[in-house]
């Protein structure tokens, strides 16, 4: 027997990730790459000591009341935790880290790829050439929306907010945002601040969206929030499908009130929306805003340095309770 502490990774993580934990630990890896379900978790808690779950695992308070206590840190291979019930976690005695930072600027990647490719129709584009329906060209030919030199507005200007900023500033957008508190100077680089969400949307030609999905954000950009968005606006969410009426989004596009969207997360993961997909107006990427090899490492060791930290009796960096 070992004196290593146990740990359950329930999805396959980078080979890196796996190969230092295995040095590290006693692993429990899912192999064949399931979503640990909630009987999963419940049962894996008796098992082992500390566990690397995706955003697929989800810890309701229904399961964390289950937990068995040799369960002692939550070591989130995300930045978001809304799978977490974090007030059960911590009433319950665990520990719950994430992993903020590391994957910022390749999420920001995504959100420019939707961005443009929604201004440009690379859904339709795509399909034409690909098909061999492109038959023929005129300067009327799928016009989009220039993305240079336009207004984005940014929900959220936390850390992929603010890479995404970066980003924009390289294709000289004119930068608005609303978050829960002003940045500093340094941080706003220049960027407009609205305390009021409506006074965002209405100079919004391109919206972005980079809050947590939360209560208080659940359907955030809501019929009526839509409809203050200028005519022929463009959504990007990366975030989460929770902060979007999707059925809303579907009518404002329907109308041509909201010319396109780029979007990267769905109410219903896996899956996404069905009735999106009759849509050439809407860009749909399968959540892989932080899927590089390099980000993928660098979550998956930034789990193992909060687990670490936690094993050796100290604080773990990213601790969230
Ligand atoms: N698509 C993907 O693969 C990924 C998605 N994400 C999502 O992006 C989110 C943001 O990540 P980070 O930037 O690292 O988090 P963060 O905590 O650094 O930034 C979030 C910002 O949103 C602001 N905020 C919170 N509630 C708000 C509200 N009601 N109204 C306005 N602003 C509000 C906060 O003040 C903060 O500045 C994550 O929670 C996650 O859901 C993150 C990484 C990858
Ligand atoms: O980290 C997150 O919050 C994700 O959505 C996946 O990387």
Request: net charge negative; hydrophobic share 45%; aromatic share 6%.
């Amino acid at each position: 027997m070992s004196d290593k502490p146990v740990i359950w990774i329930p999805r396959r993580l980078s080979d890196a990730t796996l190969a230092r934990a295995r040095r590290d630990y006693e692993v429990i890896v899912n192999e064949d790459d399931t979503p640990g379900s909630a009987e999963d978790i419940i049962a894996m808690s008796g098992r082992v000591d500390g566990m690397i779950p995706c955003h697929s695992e989800h810890f309701s308070a229904e399961v964390v009341a289950k937990l068995d206590p040799r369960l002692r840190i939550v070591a989130n291979h995300s930045v978001g935790v809304d799978h977490c019930d974090l007030p059960a976690l911590k009433s319950h005695g665990v520990v719950v880290t994430n992993t903020p930072d590391v994957l910022s600027d390749a999420t920001a990647e995504i959100a420019m790829l939707l961005m443009l490719g929604a201004a440009r129709h690379a859904v339709a584009g795509d399909r034409i050439v690909r098909t061999g329906a492109w038959d023929s060209w005129s300067p009327s030919f799928m016009v989009g929306k220039q993305v240079t030199g336009a207004r984005i507005g940014i929900v959220g200007m936390g850390r992929v907010g603010r890479a995404f900023a970066r980003k924009a500033r390289g294709f000289d957008m004119e930068i608005h945002y609303h978050n829960r508190s002003r940045l500093s100077p340094e941080d706003e680089a220049g960027a407009i601040f609205h305390a009021d969400v409506d006074s965002l949307l209405e100079v919004s030609d391109f919206l972005s969206l980079h809050c947590p999905a939360t209560p208080e954000t659940r359907k955030f950009l809501n019929a009526e929030r839509l409809a203050r968005l200028p005519e022929g606006a463009v959504i990007v969410n990366t975030a989460r499908g929770a902060l979007i009426d999707e059925a809303a989004l579907l009518d404002a596009l329907d109308s041509g009130h909201i010319a396109s969207a780029g979007l990267d997360c769905f109410e219903v993961e896996p899956g996404g929306n069905p009735a999106f997909a009759s849509h050439d107006n809407i860009f749909m990427l399968p959540h892989i805003g932080s899927a590089t090899r390099a980000t993928r490492d660098a979550m998956g060791f930034r789990a193992l340095d909060n687990l670490d930290a936690f094993f050796a009796g100290k604080e773990p960096g990213d601790r969230l309770v």
